[in-house]
């Protein structure tokens, strides 16, 4: 199974909005309702943030949503704040019990 | 609180051996999936290899197949990696996570594999 697209940078200001893409195909996202995203700072292991395609592990703010249409998922961040400037990484189910992970997009807050 | 503690990594030659280790607790461990993910020095992360909650199947990236083997003993909380005939490319750190329908909720702290001559 290929790796799933993900933009490699995404950026904006404190308190905007911004959202980060997610693109695989019918086998993987598309077929599936188990899309997840991480949330990784540098030198530390990924943080679980979404998982289902929209639900949060309790803890994570409200601000982190998720959503999917067809073969895409995205991750959006509201009211961002300089914590959230991190590296973002989604995973899906890929059949066979293979889980598979996009390549990662480094958020930056401006 | 939920706790997966590594050890086991460190400097290796090619073509050698390693076994990586992971403590667990604070929770039921015999009841869920546990998988091994990597990540190559600045790249991206990578399942690995998979273990069901009994022991009973294991499943593993092609790139590891027949090289690495995942086993867990349920009565000491325990998960383990070996690792044989490793690679340059095998360079990564190692994060030990627990699985939950298809996503990975907790992990640990990650242990450094560096494949070297």
Redesign the interface.
């Known amino acids: 199974q290929s790796a799933l697209t993900q933009p490699p940078s995404a950026s904006g200001s404190p308190g905007q909005s911004v959202t980060i893409s997610c693109t695989g195909t019918s086998s993987d996202v598309g077929g599936h309702n188990y899309v997840s995203w991480y949330q990784q700072h540098p030198g530390k292991a990924p943080k679980l943030m979404i998982f289902e395609v929209n639900k949060r592990p309790s803890g994570v703010p409200d601000r982190f949503s998720g959503s999917k249409s067809a073969n895409t998922a995205s991750l959006t961040v509201s009211g961002l704040q300089a914590e959230d400037e991190a590296d973002y990484y989604c995973s899906s189910y890929a059949g066979r019990d293979t889980l598979i992970f996009g390549g990662g997009t480094k958020l930056t807050v401006l | 609180d939920v706790q997966l503690v590594e050890s086991g990594g460190g400097l290796v030659q090619p073509g050698g051996s390693l076994r990586l280790s992971c403590a667990v607790s604070g929770f039921t461990f015999s009841n869920y999936y546990m ?1 091994w993910v990597r990540q190559a020095p600045g790249r ?4 690995v290899a ?1 273990i069901r909650p009994d022991g009973g199947q294991a ?1 593993y990236v092609d790139s590891v197949k027949g090289r690495f083997t995942i086993s867990r003993d349920n009565a000491k909380n325990s998960l383990s990696l070996h690792l044989n005939s490793l690679r340059v490319e095998d360079t990564a750190v190692y ?1 030990c996570t627990r ?1 939950d ?10 242990t450094l594999v560096t494949v070297s001559s």
């Open positions: 998988t991206g992360l990578e399942c998979k499943f994060y699985e329908w298809w996503h990975l909720d907790w992990w640990g702290q990650g």
